[in-house]
């Protein structure tokens, strides 16, 4: 019985720190996190952040739009994307909120 609590403890922590790998881009040997966020009633619309801006707008941008392009297939099946707000917007007209960039669309359903 013990051995059971102990794997299962331990298959919990190896699972959590394999999340974390999930959410995080590396661009010029910094690490990005990102995060993405829709309501249930309608998964092709998302606004999605990657940061620390203040690090690199482009590192920041591309670990936004990596949660975009896994939301996207995962959900819909394909990574297209219509942007409100975008990764090729100028970097003078980023949305950055707490040092995160903020991007933000809908999937395209194939």
């Not at 606004?47 to 975009?68: D, F, H, I, M, W």
């Not at 707000?85 to 003078?92: K, L, S």
């Amino acid at each position: 019985m013990k051995a059971a609590w102990a794997a299962a403890a331990v298959l919990l922590i190896v699972a959590a720190c394999g999340r974390d790998e999930l959410d995080t881009v590396t661009y010029e040997g910094a690490r990005f996190a990102g995060d993405l966020s829709f309501e249930r009633g309608d998964r092709a619309a998302f606004v999605a952040t990657g940061g620390p801006a203040s690090v690199s707008l482009e590192g920041a941008k591309r670990a936004a739009s990596y949660q975009v392009v896994q939301h996207c297939i995962a959900y819909l099946g394909s990574s297209d994307v219509a942007w409100a707000n975008g990764p090729d917007v100028e970097d003078a007209d980023l949305v950055i909120q707490d040092d995160r960039v903020v991007l933000s669309g809908r999937c395209i359903e194939p």
